[in-house]
């Protein structure tokens, strides 16, 4: 396919065809490439988007009002916890952003995506696998180790298919034609080697046994926080590094930083796990490298923060009009304030009062939420318009979209950040009977729960969106730009009549 | 529980060495020059440096696009 | 090429040296473990067995970690000794057979660490898990009454193990017999002690 630009006849090579139009056929072809399987993970990722909030509002309101559906064992608060946490790792986060991931390595790569059955299949065998490992958290035993409760089948089916979109993107990766890699290829480059790494060592170890006693304890949050450094974080960072100068129209504020940035996460942010275990039954040394690697962290936070920021600045009033700047933007801030946040978490001061309370599960939010989910919220928006050659049906549901789910998790985080603080430091009293501090979060709770039906709304709101897209029959008019609308001069037939119209048909 | 320390430290040291090595090396084979520049690869003739890509649907900056929709069909 | 397989070796040895770091060597160090001799002579941890290995499970299954640590952590350390949750911070040694490591990360409820010496009885387990505000007014623990069975009220008295309510909370129709899963998690809440000392420093 590599060869494709070499085709006698094909625009690509056709000197008979402008530059501007050859740039333009080129991304439809990449797109087109991208269509079917790429929209199966996204449509399927929101299935488990809704699933996983369910669960999240049911796990919510069980903590403020306990008797509610308190006589059904599947839908006990201990049971529906860990099934919202693994349906939306496994099921939306991972979905969603194995999505992007091969939409953007796709088209940084300048070169199209192959083996569409291998990726159905592994679409199919995914949400199987998270289907059956759910209800098996609902309903039958399962070791409560957190980020991994799912049963060794389930995670060994999980990890397998995982190497069919290894298979896919490396490929791509192989056969680019732009020799150039920029850096959200880097990050993709290295999640997806470092995804399979970790789940599957980190099952091996703990629920094949391969480790003892409490070592079984660093590799659990050896895994469980590298999912959300070298997993998640990477697919968000791609997504914003691609996103921002693209939607904006300008080059990133330093490359170079970039660059700086990708190796010190790389470094560091492997070893900072064992944070989430200070004061916990294990060598002091392994928390205090925790703690270093953390504060390390500092130096790729930072560097990618600048560079963000800079990229942006005297450029904020476009959030105003572009639907992906303004998810990714809010993804973008969000990772600054929750790498800082964390970093200062693993300080032994800070952990004293934090550790145990509702301010870590604040903050796990920031990151997967207000980070991730947001920043795969905007990268959706960009790329579905031009998956199906047409433009999103409501402006109204995408504000409705980004205002339930911003302010949502802003009283979410706010919340319980302030009551999480408040217990711990209640906890640290001795002299403050253990029910004070029940009854004193019982409002934070609540405002959980609240917090949790607005961003319910605004994802009701974008499955809406995304199902009228999937089924609308015409198309409503040209996505976004798709022909550079800014640009009056250059105008229709060499785009109208090529593949992202005339074949949606026979792949739908 | 010498013998770990020394372990942890020795990791850090080969880690150190090698992450100069590669530093010198990228530097060597010129990665390091013209780094800025390759912020530019993301855009191209048809979607310019200067150019925004993405709008709320049917809605463009000033209205602009607003007024281009209705003569589009 | 050249760049992608310097790009590969510092993705797989980054990765590849923290999992040594925090996996590898940490299971090498703590392997060697073994039990200590308590002041009454046993040998303590004990391996979980029987309905202590089952109970065990069934704290697991119920996702009881998700609101309760197993973690002393030490005396300077937070108010967990003052609170009487345990007179030492936890060792790896009380985890040697606790595989995977029930420790948690939350305490929404308190920590459990040594709930068997801090709590022994059997009855106040029971009516506590079948609804915890028969013993602890305002708690937002969930109720397991999943794990109880109803027995009709008609004809003879109540079972050998019926649960004795205290009065608002008594069921006019039913009493209410723990099951094989209640009882086998009472054991294991029952053998949660890790009272005994260790001298070894962390």
Redesign the interface.
């Known amino acids: 396919m590599s060869e494709m630009a070499d085709e006698p006849g094909h625009p690509e090579g056709d000197p008979g065809v402008p530059p501007r139009d050859r740039d333009v056929i080129r991304r439809a072809r990449i797109d087109e490439s991208c269509r079917g399987p790429v929209m199966f993970f996204i449509l399927t990722a929101v299935v488990w988007l809704l699933v996983g909030t369910v669960l999240a509002i049911v796990a919510s309101v069980k903590m403020h009002s306990p008797e509610f559906l308190a006589n059904l064992e599947p839908l006990t608060f201990g049971r529906v916890r860990p099934a919202h946490l693994n349906t939306v790792i496994y099921g939306w986060s991972s979905l969603a952003g194995i999505g992007v991931l091969l939409w953007l390595q796709a088209r940084l790569c300048r070169a199209p995506l192959r083996f569409h059955r291998l990726l159905y299949g592994v679409g199919v065998l995914w949400n199987l696998a998270v289907a059956a490992g759910t209800i098996a958290l609902l309903t039958t035993h399962f070791n409560s180790v957190e980020w991994l409760e799912f049963p060794v089948w389930t995670a060994a089916t999980l990890g397998v298919g995982f190497l069919g979109v290894m298979v896919v993107s490396l490929d791509v990766f192989r056969r680019r034609t732009k020799h150039h890699i920029f850096v959200s290829q880097w990050y993709l480059f290295g999640a997806v080697f470092w995804f399979p790494i970790l789940y599957v060592l980190a099952n091996m170890m703990i629920h094949l046994g391969m480790a003892s006693g409490i070592a079984q304890a660093t590799a659990n949050w050896w895994f469980a926080h590298n999912v959300l450094g070298i997993w998640f974080t990477p697919i968000g960072l791609a997504a914003a590094y691609y996103f921002i100068p693209k939607v904006l129209g300008r080059p990133i504020h330093s490359y170079y930083l970039s660059l700086l940035g990708f190796w010190t996460l790389a470094l560091f942010y492997n070893w900072a796990g064992t944070h989430h275990l200070i004061g916990g039954p294990l060598p002091v040394w392994l928390t205090t490298v925790g703690t270093v690697a953390s504060m390390m962290m500092f130096i790729p936070v930072v560097t990618v923060a600048i560079n963000h920021h800079m990229t942006m600045v005297g450029h904020f009033q476009k959030l105003k009009y572009s639907p992906t700047l303004r998810f990714i933007v809010f993804g973008a801030m969000s990772y600054t304030l929750v790498s800082v946040q964390g970093s200062l978490m693993a300080l032994r001061t800070v952990n004293e009062t934090t550790h145990f309370t509702h301010y870590t599960v604040a903050h796990a939010h920031l990151g997967m939420y207000a980070f991730f989910t947001m920043a795969m919220f905007g990268s959706i928006y960009y790329l579905v318009p031009r998956l199906l050659g047409r433009e999103w049906p409501s402006a109204t549901l995408i504000r409705v979209h980004f205002w339930c789910t911003a302010t949502g998790i802003f009283l979410y985080f706010s919340g319980l950040s302030w009551g999480g603080w408040r217990q711990g430091e209640m906890m640290n009293h001795d002299t403050v009977d253990f029910q004070a501090i029940v009854d004193y979060l019982i409002p934070f709770l609540w405002s959980r729960s609240f917090a949790g039906i607005l961003m319910t709304v605004g994802h009701v709101a974008f499955a809406i969106l995304l199902w009228k897209m999937w089924r609308g029959k015409e198309p409503t008019g040209e996505p976004a730009l798709f022909p550079a609308k800014g640009a009056p001069k250059r105008e229709e037939d060499s785009l109208h009549d090529r593949p992202p119209e005339s074949k949606r048909e026979e792949s739908s | 529980m010498n013998l770990i320390y020394l372990l942890i430290w020795g990791t850090w040291v080969i880690f150190g060495i090698s992450v100069i090595w590669a530093l010198s090396w990228a530097v060597s084979r010129g990665h390091m020059t013209n780094v800025e520049q390759s912020g530019q690869s993301i855009f191209d003739d048809e979607e310019p440096i200067g150019e925004m890509t993405d709008y709320f649907p049917g809605e463009g900056p000033d209205g602009y696009l607003n007024a281009q929709e209705g003569t589009d069909e | 090429m050249?760049?992608?397989a310097?790009?590969?070796a510092?993705?797989?040895?980054?990765?590849?040296?923290?999992?040594?770091?925090?996996?590898v060597?940490?299971?090498w160090?703590?392997?060697p473990?073994a039990p200590v001799q308590a002041p009454d002579g046993t040998m303590q941890p004990q391996k979980p067995t029987g309905s202590v290995a089952e109970g065990r499970?069934i704290y697991?299954?119920?996702?009881?970690?998700?609101?309760h640590?197993q973690?002393v952590?030490?005396r300077e350390?937070?108010?967990d000794q003052?609170?009487g949750w345990g007179d030492r911070?936890?060792?790896?040694v009380?985890?040697?057979?606790?595989?995977?490591?029930?420790?948690?990360?939350?305490?929404?409820g308190?920590d459990l660490a040594n709930i068997g010496a801090r709590q022994p009885s059997r009855s106040w387990h029971h009516l506590h898990l079948f609804d915890?505000e028969t013993t602890?007014?305002?708690?937002?623990?969930?109720?397991?009454?999943?794990l109880y069975d109803p027995v009709s009220r008609d004809g003879a008295g109540p079972p050998e193990t019926a649960l004795d309510l205290p009065g608002e909370f008594d069921d006019p129709d039913y009493w209410w017999v723990p099951t094989d899963r209640a009882e086998a998690l009472v054991d294991y809440l029952l053998s949660l002690d890790h009272s005994y000392p260790i001298d070894d420093e962390?």
């Open positions: 050249n760049r992608t310097v790009l590969l510092g993705v797989l040895l980054t990765v590849a040296s923290s999992f040594v770091g925090l996996v060597i940490p299971d160090q703590l392997d473990l499970a697991s299954e119920l996702g009881c970690i998700y609101c640590s973690q952590r030490p350390f937070g108010a003052a609170r911070q936890t060792h790896p009380d985890h040697i057979y606790d595989a995977p490591p029930l420790l948690g990360t939350m305490r929404t308190p915890p602890s007014p305002g708690s937002i623990m969930p109720p397991y009454r999943f962390l």
